[in-house]
């Protein structure tokens, strides 16, 4: 079993970004999208799996349950929480959750997985260069990683303008921030893995589909509920209240919600466009 891989003893602002809301509001519409990216992966014997910024287990769970052996790390202390529940509940001794830094996986041997797995989690890590080295140091030879990234200014993709609505709200990032909207784009990732050792050509970069899906929400309900556990649309909201705004940020993610909706009756089902990316090591 894999130590405990990280431990906080300082202010990790990325850490108190994910704790800030309670994210399991958000993946409960995400739990379909997540089986089919799993079953998509053609898992056929058990592998031993890492689902890094892993949340509450939107794919660390359908991921168990293929007979695999699965570690979910997340930075969350919550979600750890949350996501240690739902694999009790569901029986699967193969799943562990525990807390952890994409930027830097403390105590994690190296060439421990087949499968490195990171869908809209490690992508949010400050440090994107720390990140591809870790996965590539954890991933065995031979083995994938798998991310899941969102992809800027795209308009087919509902998180990413809610990203962008968001930031035209919000004060300009610190100096030397690196935006997570990096690992959306092909030169970047490119440069982020062959950096970290590895040849262009064993990268792979294709465009998939997520659905944010629920039969009982509008697209206001999902307005709110992202402004009330969401913890980069919490910020948002925070700061259009400092300049009189909320209302016209609310006004204008409603919009975009009701836009994207493609739902043909009750409840919403909203596509976001998002970045597939394979490297094979």
Known sequence: MIKQAFESKTENPNKMLWEKGDFT??????????????????????????????????????????????????????????????????????????EGDACNLQEVPDHSFDLTLSVFGAMFAPKPYDVAREMVRVTKPGGRIVMGNW?????????????G??????????????????????????????????KTEKISLLKDTYNFISPDKTPEDLIDSLRKFYGPTMNAFAAAEK???????????????????????????????????????
């Open 151 to 163: 992809i800027p200014n795209d308009p087919t993709s509902f998180v990413s303008q809610l990203l």
């Open 25 to 98: 509001e958000i993946a409960s519409m995400m739990r379909r999208s997540g089986q089919e990216l799993v079953t998509h992966l053609g898992i056929i014997s058990p592998l031993k799996i890492l689902d890094l910024g892993c949340g509450d287990g939107t794919t660390a769970i359908p991921l168990a349950k293929t007979g695999s052996e699965v570690i979910g790390i997340d930075i969350a202390k919550n979600l750890v929480e949350a996501g240690n529940k739902r694999a009790a509940e569901e029986g699967l001794f193969n799943l562990k959750f525990q």
């Open 243 to 281: 300049i009189g705004k909320v209302q016209e940020l609310r006004a204008k993610l409603i919009e975009l919600a009701n836009l994207q909706n493609q739902s043909d009756g009750t409840g919403i089902s909203i596509p976001a466009t998002f970045l597939r990316v394979t490297v094979d090591l």
């Open 165 to 198: 609505i968001s930031a035209s709200f919000s004060p300009p990032p610190p100096e030397g921030f690196i935006s997570p909207m990096t690992w959306g784009m092909k030169a970047y990732v490119l440069d982020y893995f062959v950096k970290a050792g590895v």
